[in-house]
């Protein structure tokens, strides 16, 4: 863990988060200010900076489940395309400073222009409406374990 590391936090309790999965080696939860309604957050629970922080094997893990994610939430949430995307350093994008990968839906019904991949404006969500929609990813996944 990582002093003032917000998704530390999270992955440790100390800090609020709108969790969808914990295997214990990754963590599945709700973007706080999300592009679009389903935004999830895929990251190590160790800390690592960025993905070159991990071995291969731990970065193919990362992305196996973000993968997992992206088909609950096709199946759920039904949107008309999924972005995966993934920042290394300040340059890039990069914004909190603890690996992880986005899963964001995008609905051609929103005004979401995905040629801006973060868009201008994230959403203001309730911590109830981001539960809600962990609990449809979550039910969601444990349906396309399978798969
Ligand atoms: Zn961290």
Known sequence: MQEGCVFCKISS????????WDDGERLVFMDR??????????????????????TEEEVGRLFSLAARVARAIKRSLNPAGINLLQNNGAAAGQVIFHAHV??????????????????????????????????????????????
């Not at 309790?13 to 969808?20: F, K, P, Q, S, T």
């Open 13 to 20: 309790g100390e800090e609020w988060g709108a969790i969808v």
């Open 102 to 147: 986005h899963v964001i839906p995008r609905y051609q019904s929103q005004t979401d222009n995905p040629t801006r991949a973060f868009g201008k404006n994230r959403l203001r969500v309730s911590e109830r409406e981001l539960l809600e929609t962990a609990s449809v990813i979550r039910d969601a996944m444990r349906e396309a374990r399978t798969l």
């Open 33 to 54: 200010f999300p592009v679009t309604v389903g935004h999830t957050l895929v990251a190590p629970k160790s800390h690592r900076d960025d993905v070159l922080e991990m």
